[in-house]
């Protein structure tokens, strides 16, 4: 095998534990980067190498891990297999789920312009209040999707608020309904541990017909626009908030 196909089958499997990683640290909120190892039969301090991309991964260490995992060993090595156009365009796609579904992703675009920001995983994580890894699984993603240059000293913000384009309408649908849960789930964090001054939770309880909600919709999104235009002029922020306006129905109706 050639070095830069090696180097892509490296690639391919780190990112699947970096995954697999995040995915038991959501389950449950004690899971550690040392449990993981002790499950995969691994010391931390490799493993998290491993994941940062500090250490190679060679095709023993990659069938040992994987069937730590409980992968046959043909799964092991289909995922090790050299990536063409069709796989690269896969993973675009999945990185984009990722990235509509998790806060933290548009929260480190953000992070960049406020003026205390320091181009750095340990700065990005504390601030965020996410772990080291998710903060440098995060930051590669939006890299590799065109939403975020690293350069030495400065990390630059390429996404104008904007996403990546041509994803499929069902994975953006499921993707945002993740992402929604996660916003208000901060939501009600804020609400118990930050203080009035610096939040704004407001409601207002009327009636009124379904038929006006594509109109609502409209000035919802254009008052949202509005809003962010006018706090963005400030060319000093110092803190990354989120915006999230809700309007649902509370009675249950024959046509509901």
Request: glycine fraction near 2%; hydrophobic fraction near 40%.
């Amino acid at each position: 095998m050639q070095e830069n196909e090696a180097q892509k089958v490296a690639g391919d499997f780190r990112e699947f534990l970096q995954q697999e990683f995040i995915d038991r640290c959501r389950k449950n909120s004690r899971y550690s980067l040392r449990s993981f190892a002790r499950s995969l039969k691994i010391q931390p301090s490799p493993l998290s190498a491993i994941l940062r991309g500090k250490r190679p991964i060679t095709e023993k260490t990659r069938t040992r891990l994987a069937l730590a995992l409980g992968m046959k060993p043909e799964e092991a090595e289909r995922l090790g297999a050299t990536k063409n156009q069709a796989s690269e365009d896969i993973r675009i796609s999945v990185d984009a789920h990722s990235i509509i579904s998790d806060w933290y992703h548009f929260a480190i675009l953000e992070l960049i312009r406020v003026k205390s920001f320091q181009p750095k995983i340990e700065y990005v994580a504390k601030a965020l209040g996410i772990s080291r890894t998710e903060t440098q699984i995060a930051v590669e993603r939006l890299e590799r999707v065109g939403l975020l240059k690293r350069e030495k000293n400065r990390w630059i913000d390429l996404a104008s608020h904007s996403i990546a384009t041509n994803i499929q309408p069902n994975l953006t649908s499921e993707s945002l309904r993740k992402l929604q849960r996660q916003v208000l789930e901060k939501s009600l964090i804020a609400l118990d541990h930050v203080a009035i001054d610096y939040r704004d939770h407001t409601t207002m309880t009327l009636a009124i017909n379904p038929k006006d909600l594509p109109a609502a919709r409209v000035l919802i999104r254009n008052f949202r626009r509005e809003l962010t235009a006018f706090l963005e002029k400030n060319s000093k922020p110092t803190h990354v908030y989120n915006i999230s306006i809700s309007l649902y129905p509370i009675s249950k109706t024959e046509d509901l």
